[in-house]
Structures are given as C-alpha cells and as structure tokens.
C-alpha cells in the first residue's frame, strides 16, 4: 500500500514525468558539454545534441514516444557511440514494454568506452527500471568506484539493495547520500520508505516530514506521511496528508491508488473502489485497447461484454468471486484472464466464454470473440457488487479443480500416511512487491514442521529444492515436494483441494485455496497489502481464510508460535478443521 516509487525519484535523466511528476535525481544541466561517453567533439553538434536531449525529456514526460525515439536516432546520426543516446533508446523501448530491446540499447551503451560514473548512474537506472538488480547494482558500483561522492549513484544503490532485503546496508547508502547532498528530499523520503518497513514508524515520519519541508510540491512524500499516519492510527490526518497530495498531484494514478487502498483496508469499499478508478492514471494501465463503449452496470440482455486483464493473477482469482454476480446480469461475457486460469474458470463458470491473453495473437485474439458491444477492465467489477460487507457471499469456494486430477493427488497424499495433509508456502512477493517483507527463511517455520501427525506439502511455484533438501539433511525433516505445480495450475488447485490445511504468506497460494474453500491461515506482515486489511483475522473474500498478524516488522517467530498452538488443536481431531463458519470434512 505504501507508494515505491524509488527508481522514478531517483532516475538520474533529467525529466519531469507529466504523470506522476517526479523529478529525476540529477538535471540535464549537469551533462558535459565535452564528450563524455562517444558525444560529439564539434562545439555545434555538441549543442544540437543538447537541444535533442531537451526534446527528449519533453516527448517522454508527455507520452510521445514516437517524438523521443526521433530525438535518440538524431543523435546516434550525429555520434553513433553516444552512450546516453542508446540509454536513452533503452527508456523508449521500456516505455513501449519492449524490454528486449531495452536491454540490447544498453548493452551498447556499456560498450562505449570511457564512461564517466554520470554515464554509469543513468545506466543503471534504466537497468533497475528492467528489474535487473544485479546489472543495476554493477553500474552503480562502477558509477561510485570512479566518483565515490556521486549521492545519486549512492541513493540508487540504495534502492537496489532494499529489493534484495539487505534493509541495513541500504538505509546506510541512502544516509551517505544525505552526507554528500543534505538537500537531497528524494533520498530523505527513500530513507523514509526503509525505515516504516523496518517498523520504525516515528523516524519514517520525521524523514517524510523533513523531505516536505526541503520541497513542499513533494506530492509523494505528503502521500506517505498518510500511509504513516495510518500505521500510528490516525486516519483522520492520514486522509488529510492524502488530499494535501493529491491537491499537488490531481491526474497522479499512483497516489489516487494508494488512497483507495486506505480506504479499502479499512474497510470502506464504495469509497475505496471508486478512488481505485484513478488507477487508469497510472502508465501501466492498458488504457485504450479496446474500442467498446464502457460498460456501467446496467442488465446485460442481448449484450456482449468483454471483461479484460489488468491484474496479477492473485487478484484476478479474487476478483473471479463477483463473476456469478455479474453472469446473473444476463448478456453474452467473454473474460480474458491468465492462461494458467483459462481451463480452471471454464469449469467453474461454464456460462461464460474465456479467454488465456498469452495464448493468443495481441493482435487478432480478440476476432474469435466477436461481437463484443461493451468492456470493463477486471479491477472495477467490485464497485458494482462489493460495496458493503454484507455483500460478500459466505461461500465455500467458487473454483472447481479438475476431479480426474483430484483423484491422482488424492492417492499420491494417501499414500503418506495418517495424519493432517498440510500445504506451506513461505515466500512470496518479488523485489517489486516487498518479497523480504512478506517472505520468510524456510528454518524460521521450523517449529511447526516437527510436529507429529502432520504431512507438509511444498507450494512454492518457483524451485525450491535446494532449500528443501537442506532442511532435510539438517534437521531429518521432508516437506513433500512436486514438480508438477511449477508449471501447471491446474495441477496446483487439484493438489491444494486434497489438502486440509494450507499455510502461507501473502501470495497466490492463498487465493487459490480461498477461492476453492480449502481453510487457509494467513502469515501477515505487520504492513499488509490492502487485500489483508487493517486488522482481524478474517477476509471478506474468504470465509475459509484465518489471519495471522506480525505485531512487529520482521518478527515472524510469534506468528509461528501461534500458528503451533492452533495446530496443536487439530492434530488431536484430525478428521475436521474448522474455519469460520465452515467445517470442512476430511
């Protein structure tokens, strides 16, 4: 819910982005009129270069990538070793979601010989803009072993070892940066950022604070101070810091979001789902794909809907929760969702047609579903049926898995002998999405794999047998692991139906097994995303879905410890689990 936008404040290029408005870290101004990098030694083209730099900025603040481009190919015909130029490319390409490309723009750059760390900053920081952190990382460090008082290059290092998790190592780049520049308010609310995730609430506030007082138009940093304010509890001047921002920044996608998400975690879902409409602001949104009118929930007899993906896929199942409502509508609804999800959801909804976005041409997909008479993106379905907490259905789960495959898995977990069939997931996330504060070492939930009368099921969907095979030549503990569910979603629902219990991290483990009425215990993080709430143990979403909540950042071991205690209960009644309202026989 907290807005991290790090490597847009500290994008070292020079613009103003029109959409979020963010000043990059270091202006054009402070490139060398002299050749730095392959730039043109004659005084005239170094000046044309300069003035097509300028232009640049300008056509990818205001969107016209077309403009940009044209502004790169013009310098590389003046100099075509000019390493910004090709970085510069690299940005286009990113901005067109063309990361191969992207990434082939700078690895011409970093051919070029004799860069200076300038050169290497902005690298890097198209390099961390392709979630590329180890080749981030490398150009900053190169950037600071030729200028070890580059603050830029110090903050952006900063930010590349935040995502890693190495919180200590990165608050102390982002306080060095503040030594060598102490006006610096985007490595103040950098430091900000940290020190809230290190549950460090009043010092985050302090920093937020000094970081306004620096530069008052900092919209981003006034949207914080709110999301602090909600960690101490006070909503009131938590709103009031989110309209002082947005009075800055009314068109800023990012900041209407993370108010919607306020709202939303607060329970307060008309307001928060119509906040949340603001996110079509935001670059990411695929704004424009569609030609159809937009559809305002109005009964759909004789209609064509089309509902189209905008979410991860997560969210997409959680959202899957209103589709029965919006089939009762009437009308014809195509939905395009996750390939992974394509053949689950015809089985579970058979009155409507799907459609897997990757499967398909992104140009002609769309033709076999014709005709379609209006649209709405996935993300708005609840402000149509989700407005209340009455309106959430207490159901049982509204996924079906493949019954063939539930009977294989069903033998295979039979085969392991009495007791509780329990799934685990312990990571989450990516560097994006705050992995190191919703994940946790494997060992940490030692405690609970030595119980007696329990089978663990491994549902990590990334490889995880290293960590597997070394809790088991430690310890003499096996977690049951398969390789079928890396790569078949199918295969993880008809597994996850079979079990009795799943355990895990904020991930999509726990809206699958929400979503199939599996009971579900939640680890959560004492900043939770907006889908886990401020507070409780239960999720309107998920009436199989219990919460249990981090008092303090980074501590899980009482999260375990309670968690045992609750186990312990149904290791001596293991024919039920009982969760919320729903006993779920075994």
Same mark, same amino acid.
């Given at each position: 819910?907290?807005?991290?936008?790090?490597?847009?404040?500290?994008?070292?290029?020079?613009?103003?982005?029109?959409?979020?408005?963010?000043?990059?870290?270091?202006?054009?101004?402070?490139?060398?009129?002299?050749?730095?990098?392959?730039?043109?030694?004659?005084?005239?083209?170094?000046?044309?270069?300069?003035?097509? $730099?300028?232009?640049?900025?300008?056509?990818?603040?205001?969107?016209?990538? %077309?403009?940009? =481009?044209?502004?790169?190919?013009?310098?590389?015909?003046?100099?075509?070793?000019?390493?910004?130029?090709?970085?510069?490319?690299?940005?286009?390409?990113?901005?067109?979601?063309?990361?191969?490309? *992207?990434?082939?723009?700078?690895?011409?750059?970093?051919?070029?010989?004799? !860069?200076?760390?300038?050169?290497?900053?902005?690298?890097?920081?198209?390099?961390?803009?392709?979630?590329?952190?180890?080749?981030?990382?490398?150009?900053?460090?190169?950037?600071?072993?030729?200028?070890?008082?580059?603050?830029? #290059?110090?903050?952006?290092?900063?930010?590349?070892?935040?995502?890693?998790?190495?919180?200590?190592?990165?608050?102390?780049?982002?306080?060095?940066? !503040?030594?060598?520049? &102490?006006?610096?308010?985007?490595?103040?609310?950098?430091?900000?950022?940290?020190?809230?995730?290190?549950?460090?609430?009043?010092? %985050?506030?302090?920093?937020?604070?000094?970081?306004?007082?620096?530069?008052?138009?900092?919209?981003?940093?006034?949207?914080?101070?709110?999301?602090?304010?909600?960690?101490?509890?006070?909503?009131?001047?938590?709103?009031?810091?989110?309209?002082?921002?947005? +009075?800055?920044?009314?068109?800023?996608?990012?900041?209407?979001?993370?108010?919607?998400?306020?709202?939303?975690?607060?329970? @307060?879902?008309?307001?928060?789902?119509?906040?949340?409409? $603001? @996110?079509?602001?935001?670059?990411?949104?695929?704004?424009? @794909?569609? &030609?159809?009118?937009?559809?305002?929930?109005?009964? !759909?007899?004789?209609?064509?809907?089309?509902?189209?993906?905008?979410?991860?896929?997560?969210? =997409?199942?959680?959202?899957?929760?209103?589709?029965?409502?919006?089939?009762?509508?009437?009308?014809?609804?195509?939905?395009?969702?996750?390939?992974?999800?394509?053949?689950?959801?015809?089985?579970?909804?058979?009155?409507?047609?799907?459609?897997?976005?990757?499967?398909?041409?992104?140009?002609?997909?769309?033709? %076999? $579903? +014709?005709?379609?008479?209006?649209?709405?993106?996935?993300?708005?379905?609840?402000?149509?049926?989700?407005?209340?907490?009455?309106?959430?259905?207490?159901?049982?789960?509204?996924? !079906?898995?493949?019954?063939?495959?539930?009977?294989?898995?069903?033998?295979?977990?039979?085969?392991?002998?009495?007791?509780?069939?329990?799934?685990?997931?312990?990571?989450?996330?990516?560097?994006?999405?705050?992995?190191?504060?919703?994940?946790?070492?494997?060992?940490?939930?030692?405690?609970?794999?030595?119980?007696?009368?329990?089978?663990?099921?491994?549902?990590?969907?990334?490889?995880?047998?290293?960590?597997?095979?070394?809790?088991?030549?430690? $310890?003499?503990?096996?977690?049951? #692991?398969?390789?079928?569910?890396?790569?078949?979603?199918?295969?993880? *629902?008809?597994?996850?139906?079979?079990?009795?219990?799943?355990?895990?991290?904020?991930?999509?483990?726990?809206?699958?097994?929400?979503?199939?009425?599996?009971?579900?215990?939640?680890?959560?993080?004492?900043?939770?995303?907006?889908?886990?709430?401020?507070?409780?143990?239960?999720?309107?979403?998920?009436?199989?879905?219990?919460?249990?909540?981090?008092?303090?950042?980074? @501590?899980?071991?009482?999260?375990? =410890?309670?968690?045992?205690?609750?186990?312990?209960?149904?290791?001596? *009644?293991?024919?039920?689990?009982?969760?919320?309202?729903?006993?779920?026989?075994?």
């Amino acid at each position: 819910m907290l807005l991290r936008l790090l490597k847009d404040i500290c994008s070292s290029a020079g613009a103003e982005n029109s959409r979020k408005d963010e000043k990059a870290a270091s202006s054009l101004s402070e490139l060398p009129s002299s050749r730095t990098g392959g730039e043109a030694d004659d005084e005239s083209d170094g000046a044309a270069i300069d003035s097509f $730099y300028r232009q640049f900025e300008r056509g990818l603040a205001e969107g016209d990538l %077309a403009m940009a =481009e044209t502004c790169c190919r013009s310098v590389l015909d003046l100099r075509p070793d000019a390493a910004l130029a090709h970085a510069n490319l690299a940005r286009v390409r990113l901005a067109q979601r063309r990361g191969l490309e *992207a990434a082939d723009c700078l690895r011409r750059a970093e051919s070029v010989p004799g !860069l200076d760390a300038k050169t290497h900053n902005r690298i890097g920081v198209v390099w961390l803009d392709l979630d590329d952190g180890a080749k981030a990382e490398s150009c900053f460090r190169t950037a600071l072993a030729k200028d070890d008082r580059h603050a830029y #290059a110090w903050c952006n290092l900063g930010i590349v070892l935040q995502r890693k998790g190495q919180l200590e190592e990165s608050l102390a780049c982002f306080r060095h940066a !503040l030594e060598l520049k &102490p006006d610096f308010a985007e490595a103040m609310h950098n430091c900000g950022l940290l020190l809230r995730d290190l549950g460090r609430s009043d010092e %985050a506030l302090g920093m937020f604070e000094d970081a306004v007082a620096l530069k008052p138009e900092f919209a981003l940093a006034h949207a914080n101070i709110g999301v602090v304010h909600q960690d101490l509890g006070d909503i009131g001047e938590a709103f009031a810091s989110f309209d002082r921002a947005l +009075q800055l920044e009314p068109e800023s996608g990012d900041i209407h979001l993370t108010k919607a998400h306020l709202l939303l975690s607060a329970g @307060r879902f008309r307001q928060g789902w119509e906040e949340q409409e $603001y @996110r079509r602001l935001a670059p990411e949104f695929p704004l424009g @794909r569609f &030609p159809f009118p937009e559809w305002e929930g109005e009964e !759909l007899a004789g209609k064509n809907l089309l509902i189209y993906a905008e979410q991860g896929i997560g969210d =997409e199942i959680m959202l899957a929760g209103c589709f029965p409502d919006l089939f009762a509508k009437g009308g014809r609804c195509v939905v395009e969702c996750d390939p992974r999800l394509e053949t689950l959801y015809r089985r579970s909804f058979p009155q409507a047609e799907f459609a897997g976005k990757r499967f398909k041409s992104p140009e002609t997909w769309l033709d %076999a $579903y +014709q005709p379609i008479d209006l649209q709405i993106p996935v993300g708005s379905l609840p402000r149509f049926f989700r407005n209340e907490e009455a309106d959430f259905p207490r159901h049982s789960g509204y996924l !079906l898995a493949d019954p063939k495959r539930i009977t294989r898995w069903k033998e295979r977990l039979n085969a392991l002998g009495s007791g509780l069939r329990v799934g685990l997931s312990w990571r989450g996330g990516t560097s994006r999405t705050n992995a190191y504060l919703r994940s946790l070492p494997l060992e940490t939930c030692l405690p609970l794999l030595g119980r007696p009368n329990v089978h663990y099921v491994n549902l990590q969907y990334t490889d995880c047998r290293d960590e597997l095979e070394s809790l088991h030549a430690r $310890y003499g503990i096996r977690v049951h #692991a398969w390789r079928e569910i890396e790569s078949d979603y199918e295969e993880t *629902a008809a597994l996850v139906a079979n079990l009795d219990l799943v355990i895990s991290v904020c991930t999509a483990v726990v809206h699958l097994a929400g979503a199939l009425g599996v009971p579900v215990w939640v680890m959560v993080p004492s900043s939770p995303g907006w889908r886990y709430l401020r507070e409780g143990e239960r999720l309107p979403w998920y009436p199989s879905a219990r919460l249990f909540r981090q008092a303090s950042a980074l @501590r899980w071991e009482p999260v375990i =410890e309670r968690i045992g205690a609750e186990l312990d209960t149904l290791t001596h *009644a293991p024919s039920f689990i009982h969760s919320g309202d729903i006993e779920v026989a075994r």
